[in-house]
Structures are given as structure tokens and as C-alpha cells.
Nanobody, 117 residues
Framework: QVQLVESGGGLVQAGGFLRLSCVAS????????MAWYRQAPGKQRELVAH???????NNADSVEGRFTISRDNAKNTVTLQMNSLKTDDTGVYYC???????????WGQGTQVTVSS
């Protein structure tokens, strides 16, 4: 059974920081690209950042310089360090895994991030 379990969401003030974690089980974590997506009410789900098997990182323009994605293959964990948070960062954040060898992907249940002014 494949599971992606997010944690670390919560309520923070603008300018604050938060760290999200996602622990994967049931997959060969080291062969998957990992990513964070988010979705605000009334908005489409959007890519926040992703990191490939070899450590290549891409960030959305809106979070460049503020958010940092990283992975720890020994712990089957991907993290998202979010700094200088803005109210527009509010939304449900989802962990995502995509095999780099097969057409298989997986989603977590999401964790709420709310940034207040």
C-alpha cells in the first residue's frame, strides 16, 4: 500500500516560516521525483517545487528565493522549508511522487497552510 503522509501545516503570520514534511511508504523512494503542489480555494492546483532523483530542483516563480525543497532518501522524506510567507501562500499543500521509470504517480492527502496578515 502506497502512502504519502504530509505534516507540518498550520497557521502563521505573514513574514513567518513553516516546514512541511512528507514521508513516503510503499514505493522505491529514491527512484521517484518528489514535488509539492498547493491549491487555494477557488484556484487550480499549482506546482510549488519539485526535486528529481539526482537532486535537480525547480521552483515556481512565486516561491523562488523563499521556499526550499529537499529530500532525504534514507528517511523516504521530502521537505519544504517555507520562509517569508505571504497571505497568497495560503492553501492546501500536497505531496506528490512520480516514478522516473514507469508511468505511476501518487498523491498525499494534503495539509492546510494558512498565512494571516
Amino acid at each position: 500500500q502506497v502512502q504519502l503522509v504530509e505534516s507540518g501545516g498550520g497557521l502563521v503570520q505573514a513574514g513567518g516560516f513553516l516546514r512541511l514534511s512528507c514521508v513516503a511508504s510503499g514505493i522505491d523512494f529514491s527512484t521517484h521525483t518528489m514535488a509539492w503542489y498547493r491549491q487555494a480555494p477557488g484556484k487550480q492546483r499549482e506546482l510549488v517545487a519539485h526535486i528529481t532523483r539526482d537532486g535537480t530542483i525547480n521552483n515556481a516563480d512565486s516561491v523562488e528565493g523563499r521556499f526550499t525543497i529537499s529530500r532525504d532518501n534514507a528517511k523516504n522524506t521530502v521537505t519544504l522549508q517555507m520562509n517569508s510567507l505571504k497571505t497568497d501562500d495560503t492553501g492546501v499543500y500536497y505531496c506528490y511522487a512520480a516514478s522516473e521509470y514507469y508511468p505511476r504517480d501518487y498523491w498525499g492527502q494534503g495539509t492546510q497552510v494558512t498565512v494571516s496578515s
